[in-house]
């Protein structure tokens, strides 16, 4: 069982710059690739960028590519999202998940834990 907290969002102008954390609690963390989604109102939830156990390679959304950053540091249990020249249409909930996968998952059904959500919102 892995409970996963997210933190970091708020409210940013265009252009700005945010950095999400999420961080795990148990002992495997390191057992699990993560990733971040992303929802809007009336949309369904995607995939922004996940990584994998050990941080080695990263899938990045082509909306994302350039301007976010995953990362994962295994001794603090938590996983970063740094995302620079936010753009309005970059506005929704962003959650954190954990794959039990041994490949990176790019889709919210290989995702077996959730965090609750932060809100993330890009003014014009």
């Known amino acids: 069982q892995v409970q996963l907290v997210e933190s970091g969002g708020g409210l940013v102008q265009a252009g700005g710059s945010l950095r999400l954390s999420c961080a795990a609690s148990g002992r495997t963390f390191s057992s699990y690739g993560m990733g971040w989604f992303r929802q809007a109102p009336g949309s369904e939830r995607e995939i922004v960028a996940a990584i994998s156990r050990s941080g080695s390679s990263a899938y990045y959304a082509d909306s994302v590519k350039g301007r976010f950053t995953i990362s994962r540091d295994n001794a603090k249990n938590t996983v970063y999202l740094q995302m620079n020249s936010l753009k309005p249409e970059d506005t929704a909930v962003y959650y954190c998940?954990?794959?039990?996968?041994?490949?990176?998952?790019?889709?919210?059904?290989?995702?077996?834990?959730w965090g609750q959500g932060t809100q993330v919102t890009v003014s014009s």
């Open positions: 998940a954990a794959s039990m996968s041994y490949l990176v998952s790019t889709k919210p059904a290989g995702y077996k834990y």
